[in-house]
C-alpha cells in the first residue's frame, strides 16, 4: 500500500521553500511550514500570499480557492511542530552543515515512519541522509524556481534510498501535477549541472566586459528562445545560492573550472546584492522580492536617437553569397526599405537566389503577413549581379560566402579595391575571427561582424562583432542598422562562438557528456531542460537539428581557441559524427528520425 501524504512540512520559506508549501497547498495536502524566526517567518508568508493573489489577479486562481489554498498552511517556528507529518521537505540554504544538523533534529522530531526529503541543488543527498538514523527514509526531491511553475521534479534515490520510499515519493509528484525524473546522487543531477556551467561563463563574460548584461540576456533569449537570459535567472535563483551550488559541484563534481564561482560573484554577495531577493544583483528590481526590473545607471539609453550617435548613413547594401544566409540576408534588407545590390558568382546562382527571395516573400503574402504590394516593391529594390564591381557605390556589404577564411580573406581584399570610402564592410561569420578578414583589407575600422541567425527573415537577433579595430562610428552604423531591420543587435567582442555559441555549445556538449556517462536517458535529460527550465528544445533534440558535424565543428573551435579543458568535444559527439549520424538531415542522430 502506497503511503498516504495528509500533512507535510517544509523548513525554510525562502525563494524555493515558499513555493513548494504553495505547490502542495494547491494540491489539497496540509502544509506545515517552518521558519527559524518570527520575522523569517512573517517574509514567508508574504511571499505565499503575494504569489497566490498574483494568481487570483490574472485569473488562474478563484479567491475561494486561495483562501482554502491558505487555510492549509500553518506556519509555525522550530522544528518540533514537524511531529505528525507524514513528509517534510527542506529548502535552507545550501550548506551541508546547516542540513546536516537539521535533518539530526528531524530525525529526533518525526515520526519513525515519516520520509525526509531535501530540496537541495548539489549536495550530496547520501551525506545529508547519513545524519539520521533513518538513511533509508532519506531522499532528495528537487523542485525547479519558481515551483509552482515549473513542471520537473528530480526525485534523487541515494544507495540507501528504500525503493518504497522512491516509489511512494514518484506517486506524490504524479499527484501534485510534477513530471518526474528519478536519478541517483550525483553534483547537480541533471538539470544544474548542465546549467551552472552556462551560467557561470555567462557571468564571466559580463565580468570581462565582454558584453553589456542586456546583450548577454538578450542574445541567450532572442538566439536560443530562452525563457529568460542568464544573468536574469542568476537574479531570480539568487546569487548566494547559485555560489554555494557552484561551489559544491565545483568541489563534488571533479574540479571543473567551469564551476568554480566567477569572482564577481563572491563579490555581490559580500555587498549583499543578492538578486531578486535584496532588489539588487545583476539587474535593479522596483523592492526587494519583486519581479520588475528598473533602470540604473547601467540602463543603457533608449531609443534610436541613441543607436544612431554617430552612426553613417545607409541606403545601398550589397549582400555577397547566394546561400541560405545571404538569401535570407537580401530579403531583410529589401523588406526594410534598403536598395539592395546582390552579388553572387553567376547569373544562375543569381536566379537561384532570386527563386528562393520570391519563395519566402510569397509565404509571407499567403500568411497574411505581407502585402503584395509591399512584396512586389522589396522585390524591385533589388538588382541581381555577378559582378563585385558593381558594389562600387554601396553603404554597406554584408558578405555571407562559404565559410573559409581564405575564400573571406580574398573577398574582403577585392571589396577594399572596389568600394568606395566610407563603406562599412560586415561579415556574417559564425566562427572565424572577424579581425582576420578586417586584416585583409586597408580599412580595419571599417570591418565588422553581423552574425545572423537562420533562418534571418525570421530570427529577430543579429551579434554585432566589434574587432579590436572596429571604430565606434562602424559599430554605431551596425546598431542603427539593425534597429531599422527590426532586430535587436547585441555588441560582443571578437572572440569564438560570439555570445551565443561560446554559451549554448558547450552546455550541449555538457548534455553527451552526461549520456555517455549513463547517468540518465536523452528523453530524461531533454524532459529536464525543457520542463525544469523551460527551454523551448532539450539538448539531444537541438544537436539533432542543428546537426551534429556543426555542432562539433563549433565545439572544437570553442576548445582551440579558449583551451578549457572542459570545452573537449564529448567523445561520444565524435563517434556519432564519425559513423554518419549527423541529426535530422542524415536521418539519424541522437534519435532514429526515419521511424517517426
Ligand atoms: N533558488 C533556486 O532557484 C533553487 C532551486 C532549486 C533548489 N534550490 C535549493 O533549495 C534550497 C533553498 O534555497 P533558496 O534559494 O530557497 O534559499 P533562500 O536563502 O532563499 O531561503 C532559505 C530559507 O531558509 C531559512 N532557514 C535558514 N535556516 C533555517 C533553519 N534552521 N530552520 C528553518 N529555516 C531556516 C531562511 O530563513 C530562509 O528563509 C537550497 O538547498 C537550494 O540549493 C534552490
Not at 500570499?49 to 491558505?70: C, H, I, M, Q, Y
Not at 544562375?348 to 504590394?373: D, I, M, P, Y
Not at 547517468?519 to 539533432?544: N, Q, R, V, W
Amino acid at each position: 500500500m502506497a503511503r498516504e501524504f495528509t500533512r507535510v512540512g517544509v523548513v525554510g520559506l525562502g525563494t524555493m521553500g515558499a513555493g513548494i508549501v504553495e505547490v502542495f497547498a494547491r494540491n489539497g495536502v496540509d502544509v506545515t511550514a517552518v521558519e527559524i524566526s518570527e520575522a523569517a517567518l512573517e517574509r514567508g508568508r508574504v511571499t505565499l500570499t503575494g504569489s497566490t493573489d498574483r494568481a487570483v489577479a490574472k485569473g488562474k486562481l478563484a479567491e475561494a480557492e486561495r483562501d482554502a489554498l491558505l487555510a492549509r498552511v500553518d506556519f509555525r517556528v522550530g522544528l518540533d511542530a514537524l511531529h505528525d507529518v507524514d513528509l517534510v521537505i527542506e529548502a535552507v540554504p545550501e550548506h551541508l552543515d546547516l542540513k546536516q544538523r537539521i535533518f539530526a533534529e528531524l530525525d529526533r522530531v518525526c515520526k519513525p515512519e515519516a520520509i525526509l526529503a531535501t530540496n537541495t541543488s548539489s549536495l550530496s543527498v547520501t551525506e545529508i541522509s547519513v545524519a539520521t538514523t533513518r538513511p533509508n527514509q532519506v531522499i532528495g526531491i528537487h523542485f525547479f524556481n519558481p515551483a509552482p511553475v515549473m513542471k520537473l521534479v528530480e526525485v534523487v534515490r541515494t544507495v540507501v534510498t528504500s525503493a518504497d520510499v522512491v516509489a511512494d515519493v514518484e506517486a506524490l509528484c504524479e499527484r501534485l501535477g510534477k513530471v518526474d525524473v528519478t536519478i541517483s546522487d550525483r553534483a547537480g543531477f541533471i538539470a544544474n549541472a548542465l546549467l551552472f556551467g552556462y551560467l557561470n561563463h555567462a557571468v564571466g563574460m559580463f565580468e570581462a566586459r565582454y558584453a553589456t548584461r542586456e546583450d548577454i540576456d538578450a542574445a541567450m533569449k532572442l538566439g536560443c528562445g530562452l525563457p529568460m537570459g542568464p544573468l536574469a535567472l542568476m537574479d531570480l535563483i539568487g546569487l548566494d545560492t547559485a555560489y554555494e551550488i557552484l561551489d559544491t559541484m565545483y568541489r563534488r563534481g571533479g574540479r571543473d573550472r567551469r564551476h568554480a564561482p566567477a569572482p564577481l560573484l563572491k563579490q555581490m554577495v559580500t555587498a549583499g546584492l543578492l538578486g531578486r531577493k535584496s532588489g539588487r544583483g545583476f539587474y535593479t528590481y522596483e523592492r526587494p522580492g519583486s519581479p520588475k526590473v528598473v533602470p540604473d545607471e547601467y540602463t543603457p539609453p533608449a531609443g534610436d536617437a541613441a543607436l544612431a550617435d554617430g552612426a553613417r548613413a545607409i541606403a545601398k547594401v550589397g549582400v555577397v553569397g547566394s546561400g541560405t544566409m545571404a538569401t535570407g540576408i537580401i530579403e531583410v534588407f529589401a523588406k526594410a526599405g534598403y536598395e539592395v545590390i546582390s552579388v553572387t558568382r553567376g547569373a544562375e546562382k543569381s536566379a537561384k537566389v532570386c527563386e528562393a527571395v520570391k519563395t519566402s516573400l510569397n509565404k509571407g503574402v499567403v500568411r497574411g503577413k505581407l502585402s503584395e504590394t509591399d512584396r512586389d516593391a522589396a522585390l524591385g529594390r533589388i538588382t541581381w549581379s555577378a559582378t563585385l564591381d558593381h558594389l562600387a557605390d554601396v553603404d554597406l556589404v554584408v558578405e555571407a560566402v562559404i565559410e573559409e577564411l581564405s575564400v573571406k580573406k580574398a573577398l574582403f581584399a577585392s571589396l577594399d579595391e572596389i568600394c568606395k570610402p566610407g563603406v562599412v564592410l560586415a561579415t556574417t561569420t559564425s566562427s572565424l575571427p572577424v579581425i582576420d578578414v578586417a586584416m585583409a583589407t586597408q580599412r580595419p575600422a571599417d570591418v565588422i561582424g553581423l552574425h545572423f541567425f537562420n533562418p534571418a527573415p525570421i530570427m529577430p537577433l543579429v551579434e554585432i562583432v566589434r574587432t579590436i579595430r572596429t571604430s565606434a562610428e562602424t559599430s554605431a552604423t551596425a546598431r542603427a542598422v539593425c534597429a531599422t531591420l527590426g532586430k535587436t543587435g547585441v555588441v560582443c567582442g571578437d572572440r569564438s562562438g560570439f555570445i551565443v555559441n561560446a554559451l549554448l555549445f558547450p552546455y550541449l556538449n555538457d548534455a553527451v557528456r552526461m549520456l555517455e556517462a549513463s547517468y540518465s536517458t536523452a528523453d530524461d535529460i531533454d524532459y529536464a531542460m525543457k520542463l525544469g527550465c523551460g527551454y523551448p528544445m532539450g539538448p539531444f533534440e537541438l544537436l539533432d537539428v542543428v546537426g551534429l558535424d556543426v555542432s562539433l565543428a563549433i565545439q572544437r573551435e570553442l576548445y582551440l581557441e579558449l583551451r578549457e579543458p572542459g570545452f573537449a568535444p564529448a567523445p561520444l559527439l565524435e563517434h556519432l559524427v564519425t559513423a554518419g549520424y549527423l541529426g535530422r538531415k542524415s536521418g539519424r542522430g541522437f534519435r532514429d528520425h526515419t521511424r517517426r
